[in-house]
């Protein structure tokens, strides 16, 4: 399984757990853009991933922010020296804006989709639970 379909599943509202019960499981990326394409279909997956494996396809539109949002982190043997140099190099880098650099270098935007975007709405559970 996914991340975000473990995310789901866990969550206490069962809105979230209905997404994936009664949604389809697809094989891979490419299945759930073509199905997307071919139109009538809602694929639900994370933000970054959605922006770089669809970067130069117009033929699909993203909207919506965050309604399961979820932090990384990194997994470092109990007591690593490490721990705190980590810490303080990402708190740095974030208040120095370096990270926010980085994630907009490496989040792709393509110019020649901007006219095919659709409009911004927010979803959150309660609007997408009538889909199903």
């Not at 994936?20 to 997307?36: I, P, T």
Request: charged share 25%; aromatic share 12%; glycine share 8%.
């Amino acid at each position: 399984s996914r991340h975000l379909e473990t995310l789901l599943l866990s969550h206490t509202d069962t809105k979230n757990t209905r997404l994936v019960e009664q949604g389809v499981r697809l094989e891979s990326l490419e299945e759930g853009l073509e199905k997307v394409v071919n139109g009538k279909f809602v694929f639900i997956d994370e933000g970054p991933v959605f922006a770089y494996q669809f970067r130069d396809n117009c033929d699909i539109s993203f909207i919506g922010g965050n309604f399961q949002p979820f932090d990384y982190a990194f997994g470092l043997p109990k007591e690593s020296p490490y721990a705190s140099l980590i810490n303080k190099q990402l708190l740095k880098y974030r208040e120095e804006g370096l990270i926010q650099q980085l994630w907009e270098k490496w989040s792709p935007v393509n110019d020649d989709c901007s006219n095919k975007l659709g409009s911004v709405l927010t979803l959150d559970m309660g609007r997408l639970s009538g889909m199903f």
